[in-house]
């Protein structure tokens, strides 16, 4: 089993995608999130959807089943993880990501959970943990992980 924190962007975009939401399901995949990277996609999503509803011309009855098709798949395959489990780690963190301190809770989770992160945002990438983009999370997920029954 693979274990690994969700940022906040990635949440945001895999979950309105086919791809994403296989990995967000898939077993083998052990997701968590911290609760203000949490906050901080449920923010993003309906603006996100809301964009791509308008550019296709979606009506807002769908976008909004939508909407909470993403977040129901979304809480039923993540476990958010509340501020004080990983709050002890706060400095250790954002040394870790200088460039973007406000990522500073999904490090500080990543190393409470010995976890990796997957992550497409750059300021993640040298911080000391695994990252896994979605691309190669994918390969590796079909690829290289067995089956759970």
């Known amino acids: 089993m693979l274990r690994l924190v969700v940022d906040a962007n990635i949440l945001v975009a895999e979950v309105l995608r086919a791809r994403g939401r296989r990995l967000l399901s898939d077993a083998r995949v052990q997701l968590y999130i911290a609760s203000a990277a949490w906050d901080e996609a ?3 999503l309906p603006k996100r959807l809301r964009t791509i509803a ?6 807002d009855a769908i976008a909004k ?3 909470t098709e993403a977040l129901l798949l979304a809480r039923r395959n ?3 993880i509340v501020h004080t489990f990983y ?3 706060e400095l250790a963190a954002r040394a870790r990501v200088p460039q973007d301190p406000n990522d500073w809770p999904t490090v500080a989770l990543a190393l409470a ?4 992160i997957w992550t497409e945002d750059r300021d993640f990438f ?7 983009r979605t691309q190669v999370l994918q390969h590796h997920v079909h690829h290289h992980l067995t089956e759970t029954p």
């Open 42 to 44: 449920t923010y993003e």
């Open 54 to 59: 308008e550019r296709r011309g979606l009506p």
């Open 65 to 67: 089943e939508l909407l």
């Open 78 to 80: 993540l476990d958010v």
């Open 87 to 89: 709050a002890d780690l």
């Open 113 to 116: 959970l010995d976890a990796g």
């Open 126 to 132: 040298g911080c000391g943990l695994p990252t896994w």
